[in-house]
């Protein structure tokens, strides 16, 4: 019998592209956005607004004439009250510049923490599938500096609408001045954002060079990290330390290609700018006829003006660094969120008492490699099946479909003549445990881990689990239970770990119990105190073996030999000795 996949047709509809802005805003809160934006107008108004006044309290000295005269009237407003408002003006200005700030801050670090919250909880939702094709270095990458530039990124963009909206009060102060002038430093201004276009261009290029130089940064330190005894036992130091530094100088080259390009372009507004403020005096002292102490309030709106225009720039130039950043991490959301696994449906899972069934199940990896066809088999509750055969030739494939991690691609599974559905497969791996060939155990003590498994389990079950899987030495370690293990228990030895990985499993109590290659890599009198806790396991629980040879696959009761995906031999109701 085949059929398409289960999963298909009840996964969510997260394959639409998201939109990067609405989602920001959406996880920042509009209403905040609104807020900072009120604050920025504020900002702006009361800056222009404070130039301005230089008019009027330069009036009071008697240096009415000009063609700057052309302000709203404040009547017989004397020179302690002009200072006065000017002073409240300043005083506003900043604590609106702050809040927006604080407010921006705030957004920002929504924003971020939701972005990697969101990205996180994707990938843990996601199907197996998926996540087994995937780099996870690069998601490392994406999930820890990727969600961090974003931070730059949406405070380089707050800072441009700020700016803007800023440079929109003093463009409509110079008008007020003077409308020749005020057009002017608008046309300039403008000009000089459209032409750093290209600069901007060029900034987004050095920022996808930067994600993938952080990307490759990610991998080169898994990998010497994971291979340190490797480059010690060959002396081959140095490489490491070649490699390494080889992955920092793509970034530092990305990183120092911004420097300078923005180092360019803040001396040519700088240069530019100056020479605008040149021109612009000089017109309006000999073409416009205007008094050179009134002409004050203008140059001091300009001065103001060409730092805030070069600021502008650098906040998009930054802006567009950092936008491939949103894109990598909003691409992996997209990614993920596609192929998202069917929801617990809170039915209960398979009781899984007479039999597990596999049906014509075949299974292909993305690219179309085949790794199951045609894959009929019986496992009988209670019972133990090793699954054997060289590398590559389906054993793990076919024992993630057992377990649940994935659904066949044609053909189907029956727990107790049930089909499993997409719902029924995540309630059908509270069922299962699974202890894989390189035991991993969290930081902290032995307890900590075990309880990882099951939260509520009493004293007496840790012991009875220790004991089960051959790992009573646990109570002569220091502290016993509370003994601390370090990162990933590194001071235990590799049979040890394993042993309390596989007590961890029993402690869950499950009705399948899944050693995936448990024994390849430890000692040989690990791997005969595991199979000898296995043998006495037998009829109690479901158990499946995965491996090539050895002591634990000749526990089981039946064996089952994979060639190229498809089921070449099977031994039937045969009782294999430990010893």
Same mark, same amino acid.
């Given at each position: 019998?085949?059929?398409?996949?289960?999963?298909?047709?009840?996964?969510?509809?997260?394959?639409?592209?998201?939109?990067?802005?609405?989602?920001?805003?959406?996880?920042?809160?509009?209403?905040?956005?609104?807020?900072? #934006?009120?604050?920025?107008?504020?900002?702006?108004?009361?800056?222009?607004?404070?130039?301005?006044?230089?008019?009027?309290?330069?009036?009071?000295?008697?240096?009415?004439?000009?063609?700057?005269?052309?302000?709203?009237?404040?009547?017989?407003?004397?020179?302690?009250?002009?200072?006065?408002?000017?002073?409240?003006?300043?005083?506003?200005?900043?604590?609106?510049?702050?809040?927006?700030?604080?407010?921006?801050?705030?957004?920002?670090?929504?924003?971020?923490?939701?972005?990697?919250?969101?990205?996180?909880?994707?990938?843990?939702?996601?199907?197996?599938?998926?996540?087994?094709?995937?780099?996870?270095?690069?998601?490392?990458?994406?999930?820890?500096?990727?969600?961090?530039?974003?931070?730059?990124?949406?405070?380089?963009?707050?800072?441009?609408?700020?700016?803007?909206?800023?440079?929109?009060?003093?463009?409509?102060?110079?008008?007020?001045?003077?409308?020749?002038?005020?057009?002017? #430093?608008?046309?300039?201004?403008?000009?000089?954002?459209?032409?750093?276009?290209?600069?901007?261009?060029?900034?987004?290029?050095?920022?996808?060079?930067?994600?993938?130089?952080?990307?490759?940064?990610?991998?080169?330190?898994?990998?010497?990290?994971?291979?340190?005894?490797?480059?010690?036992?060959?002396?081959?130091?140095?490489?490491?330390?070649?490699?390494?530094?080889?992955?920092?100088?793509?970034?530092?080259?990305?990183?120092?290609?911004?420097?300078?390009?923005?180092?360019?372009?803040?001396?040519?507004?700088?240069?530019?700018?100056?020479?605008?403020?040149?021109?612009?005096?000089?017109?309006?002292?000999?073409?416009?006829?205007?008094?050179?102490?009134?002409?004050?309030?203008?140059?001091?709106?300009?001065?103001?003006?060409?730092?805030?225009?070069?600021?502008?720039?650098?906040?998009?130039?930054?802006?567009?660094?950092?936008?491939?950043?949103?894109?990598?991490? #909003?691409?992996?959301?997209?990614?993920?969120?596609?192929?998202?696994?069917?929801?617990?449906?809170?039915?209960?899972?398979?009781?899984?008492?007479?039999?597990?069934?596999?049906?014509?199940?075949?299974?292909?990896?993305?690219?179309?490699?085949?790794?199951?066809?045609?894959?009929?088999?019986?496992?009988?509750?209670?019972?133990?099946?090793?699954?054997?055969?060289?590398?590559?030739?389906?054993?793990?494939?076919?024992?993630?479909?057992?377990?649940?991690?994935?659904?066949?691609?044609?053909?189907?599974?029956?727990?107790?003549?049930?089909?499993?559905?997409?719902?029924?497969?995540?309630?059908?791996?509270?069922?299962?445990?699974?202890?894989?060939?390189?035991?991993?155990?969290?930081?902290?003590? #032995?307890?900590?881990?075990?309880?990882?498994?099951?939260?509520?389990?009493?004293?007496?079950?840790?012991?009875?689990?220790?004991?089960?899987?051959?790992?009573?030495?646990?109570?002569?370690?220091?502290?016993?239970?509370?003994?601390?293990?370090?990162?990933?228990?590194?001071?235990?030895?590799?049979?040890?770990?394993?042993?309390?990985?596989?007590?961890?499993?029993?402690?869950?109590?499950?009705?399948?119990?899944?050693?995936?290659?448990?024994?390849?890599?430890?000692?040989?009198?690990?791997?005969?105190?595991?199979?000898?806790?296995?043998?006495?396991?037998?009829?109690?629980?479901?158990?499946?073996?995965?491996?090539?040879?050895?002591?634990?696959?000749?526990?089981?009761?039946?064996?089952?030999?994979?060639?190229?995906?498809?089921?070449?031999?099977?031994?039937?109701?045969?009782?294999?000795?430990?010893?």
């Amino acid at each position: 019998m085949s059929n398409s996949s289960p999963d298909s047709a009840e996964r969510p509809a997260g394959s639409a592209r998201l939109s990067r802005w609405r989602l920001l805003i959406a996880l920042g809160g509009p209403g905040r956005l609104l807020a900072i #934006v009120a604050l920025a107008v504020i900002t702006g108004l009361t800056e222009g607004v404070g130039l301005l006044m230089l008019v009027p309290i330069l009036q009071t000295f008697g240096t009415g004439d000009g063609m700057f005269a052309r302000y709203v009237p404040l009547g017989t407003w004397s020179l302690g009250a002009l200072l006065a408002a000017f002073v409240g003006l300043v005083a506003t200005r900043a604590v609106a510049a702050g809040l927006r700030q604080h407010e921006g801050a705030r957004m920002t670090a929504r924003v971020v923490d939701g972005l990697r919250a969101r990205a996180l909880a994707a990938l843990v939702d996601a199907e197996w599938r998926h996540l087994a094709t995937m780099s996870q270095a690069q998601n490392r990458a994406l999930l820890i500096t990727g969600v961090d530039r974003v931070w730059r990124l949406l405070d380089q963009g707050l800072s441009a609408i700020a700016l803007v909206l800023n440079m929109a009060a003093l463009a409509v102060a110079a008008f007020v001045l003077s409308w020749q002038a005020g057009l002017a #430093v608008a046309v300039v201004g403008g000009t000089i954002v459209l032409l750093y276009g290209r600069l901007r261009r060029s900034a987004r290029q050095l920022g996808e060079q930067l994600g993938e130089a952080y990307t490759a940064i990610h991998r080169r330190f898994e990998e010497i990290l994971g291979a340190l005894r490797l480059f010690k036992s060959f002396g081959r130091e140095d490489q490491a330390l070649g490699a390494a530094a080889s992955a920092f100088g793509s970034l530092r080259r990305a990183e120092f290609a911004f420097v300078v390009q923005n180092a360019v372009s803040r001396a040519a507004v700088q240069i530019g700018g100056a020479l605008l403020l040149a021109a612009l005096v000089w017109l309006a002292i000999e073409r416009w006829g205007a008094s050179p102490l009134v002409i004050l309030p203008f140059v001091v709106l300009c001065a103001r003006a060409l730092p805030q225009i070069q600021a502008m720039q650098e906040a998009l130039q930054n802006f567009a660094y950092a936008r491939p950043a949103l894109d990598e991490v #909003v691409g992996l959301i997209e990614a993920v969120e596609a192929s998202a696994e069917a929801q617990p449906s809170g039915a209960s899972p398979p009781r899984f008492e007479q039999a597990l069934r596999l049906e014509q199940v075949g299974f292909a990896y993305h690219g179309g490699r085949g790794a199951l066809a045609g894959i009929d088999l019986d496992l009988p509750a209670r019972s133990s099946l090793a699954l054997v055969g060289r590398s590559g030739s389906g054993k793990s494939t076919l024992a993630d479909i057992i377990g649940g991690l994935l659904s066949p691609d044609s053909g189907r599974m029956l727990i107790d003549g049930v089909a499993l559905d997409a719902a029924a497969r995540r309630a059908w791996r509270t069922e299962v445990a699974y202890v894989q060939q390189e035991a991993v155990l969290f930081s902290g003590t #032995v307890r900590d881990n075990l309880l990882w498994a099951r939260p509520g389990a009493s004293e007496a079950e840790l012991a009875h689990a220790l004991e089960s899987a051959a790992a009573g030495f646990v109570f002569d370690l220091p502290g016993g239970l509370d003994c601390d293990l370090g990162e990933g228990g590194r001071q235990l030895s590799g049979g040890e770990r394993q042993r309390i990985a596989l007590a961890r499993a029993l402690l869950r109590r499950p009705r399948l119990l899944i050693l995936d290659e448990a024994t390849s890599a430890i000692d040989a009198s690990a791997e005969r105190a595991i199979a000898e806790a296995i043998g006495e396991l037998r009829g109690t629980l479901t158990i499946l073996i995965i491996g090539h040879r050895g002591l634990l696959t000749e526990v089981a009761d039946r064996r089952v030999e994979l060639r190229g995906g498809r089921i070449v031999a099977a031994e039937g109701e045969r009782q294999f000795s430990a010893n």
